[in-house]
């Protein structure tokens, strides 16, 4: 099994529609990461969690939002969907503040028509 | 601004070198990270670098220079299964990992 699960895998939602992703980790780390992929931009930080009552908005956190259920567990949701919201999203994990060693989920791609 | 640049794609022939250039204008620096992205998966952590030089792991190598804001990753006895997208992240001051758009590389026989 893997260390980072992400479910969906592969989603295709309607405008408006909300939808949630969610991501649950083995690792036991306390840090832990949503991440957007589009083509030609790299990845871009959504939200990031440091532990369960610490969340922080990244650089595009507008139009999702998350919630760290437990340590273990880290969901983002959009509350309604855009179709410019359609990317590949990945969550991610470190073990501490001054690692960029990051282990991913398998990535979630989300189509918004 | 905060800025990581490489080329957007790059080709080599199985068996030979390749050498992936990334250059960075960050807000402080606190370590240089190199991944491998295969198509439709996940980034993969290659190499570390926080001090000037080279590391090397296997067929992999990765340079850093601090005063120059520049870092490469050299892949030797290139095999098929290299072609993949490399990422160059650098993590900031603020011990935020700021990411480059990548670089695919296509392997050719």
């Known amino acids: 099994d893997a260390d980072v699960t992400q479910t969906p895998r592969n989603r295709i939602t309607k405008t408006g529609k909300r939808i949630m992703l969610e991501c649950s980790q083995t690792k036991g780390h306390d840090r832990m990461y949503w991440y957007r992929q589009d083509p030609g931009l790299g990845l871009r930080l959504i939200y990031y969690?440091?532990?369960?009552?610490?969340?922080n908005k990244g650089e595009i956190s507008d139009g999702y939002s998350v919630s760290r259920q437990a340590q273990a567990k880290f969901s983002l949701s959009l509350e309604s969907a855009i179709p410019n919201q359609t990317a590949l999203y990945f969550c991610a994990t470190t073990s501490g503040r001054a690692t960029g060693e990051l282990f991913f989920g398998e990535g979630s791609r989300l189509t918004v028509l | 601004g905060q800025n990581i640049d490489q080329p957007t794609e790059m080709t080599a022939t199985e068996g030979a070198i390749v050498q992936i250039n990334c250059t960075y204008q960050t807000s402080g620096f606190n370590g240089l990270f190199w991944y491998q992205q295969h198509a439709g998966e996940a980034p993969t952590f290659l190499s570390y670098?926080?001090l000037d030089g080279l590391e090397e792991k296997g067929r992999f190598s990765s340079f850093l220079s601090r005063s120059k804001g520049y870092s490469y990753l050299l892949l030797k006895e290139l095999q098929m299964k290299d072609s993949a997208s490399y990422l160059c992240?650098?993590?900031?001051?603020?011990?935020?990992?700021?990411w480059g758009a990548g670089t695919k590389l296509i392997i050719k026989p």
């Open positions: 670098n926080v």
């Open positions: 992240a650098v993590l900031d001051s603020n011990y935020q990992l700021i």
């Open positions: 969690s440091f532990d369960v009552k610490d969340i």
